[in-house]
T-cell receptor, first 115, second 112 residues
Framework: GAGVSQSPSNKVTEKGKDVELRCDPI?????LYWYRQRLGQGLEFLIYFQGNSAPDKSGLPSDRFSAERTGESVSTLTIQRTQQEDSAVYLC?????????????FGPGTRLTVT | DAKTTQPPSMDCAEGRAANLPCNHSTISGNEYVYWYRQIHSQGPQYIIHGLKNNETNEMASLIITEDRKSSTLILPHATLRDTAVYYC?????????????FGKGTLLTVNP
């Protein structure tokens, strides 16, 4: 079946602009996660959705970052007034439900470059 | 969650077994050892996990020492497609255990 898809695959934007990154999870997966991976670094958790609610937004680095999920499906991560330090690969993952017993399936990521 | 330590890089010949070590000396009794890998330009992929017994699946085997302070991921017959960064993490079966937090992992290069 279809895996997690993300769009765009690459995004180059000028400092100060807003960007929207999209994630389409695996159908039927109630849990959705956003992560960030800076060049040569590990994975940083950003936000967790259970259904359309986000019980854990603790990883969002600033109030310029926001995310929403609708229809218990697609999710959008929005970064306002982008800064150069926002440059990274943004990864989305989904799982059947939240918790350690449910494997997270990752999308290919969106590579964001802020110039 | 307990911290893990992995070598930054390893090489392996194609067709040979790749043995990737991981130290997790502060692991607690309710914490699992998980392995993921990330092939270049792709998202991370789950490989295997275990608590205290050795585990095997179609991808790999996981050997956990009796004291659980270290483990080894074994790819029995490495192929060029196994070239990737391998991450060993420890996850507790409680709290915010949905969060995956990786360090820098081990870059495994499989050579022809």
């Amino acid at each position: 079946g279809a895996g997690v898809s993300q769009s765009p695959s690459n995004k180059v934007t000028e400092k100060g602009k807003d960007v929207e990154l999209r994630c389409d999870p695996i159908s039927g997966h109630t849990a959705l996660y956003w992560y960030r991976q800076r060049l040569g670094q590990g994975l940083e958790f950003l936000i967790y959705f259970q259904g359309n609610s986000a019980p854990d937004k603790s990883g969002l680095p600033s109030d310029r970052f926001s995310a929403e999920r609708t229809g218990e499906s697609v999710s959008t991560l929005t970064i306002q007034r982008t800064q150069q330090e926002d440059s990274a690969v943004y990864l989305c993952a989904s799982s059947l439900a939240g918790g350690i017993n449910y494997e997270q399936y990752f999308g290919p990521g969106t590579r964001l470059t802020v110039t | 969650d307990a911290k893990t330590t992995q070598p930054p890089s390893m090489d392996c010949a194609e067709g040979r077994a790749a043995n990737l070590p991981c130290n997790h000396s502060t692991i607690s009794g309710n914490e699992y050892v998980y392995w993921y890998r990330q092939i270049h330009s792709q998202g991370p992929q789950y490989i295997i996990h275990g608590l205290k017994n050795n585990e095997t699946n179609e991808m790999a085997s996981l050997i956990i020492t009796e004291d659980r302070k270290s483990s080894t991921l074994i790819l029995p017959h490495a192929t060029l497609r196994d070239t990737a960064v391998y991450y060993c993490i420890v996850r507790a079966d409680r709290g915010s255990n949905y969060k995956l937090t990786f360090g820098k992992g081990t870059l495994l290069t499989v050579n022809p």
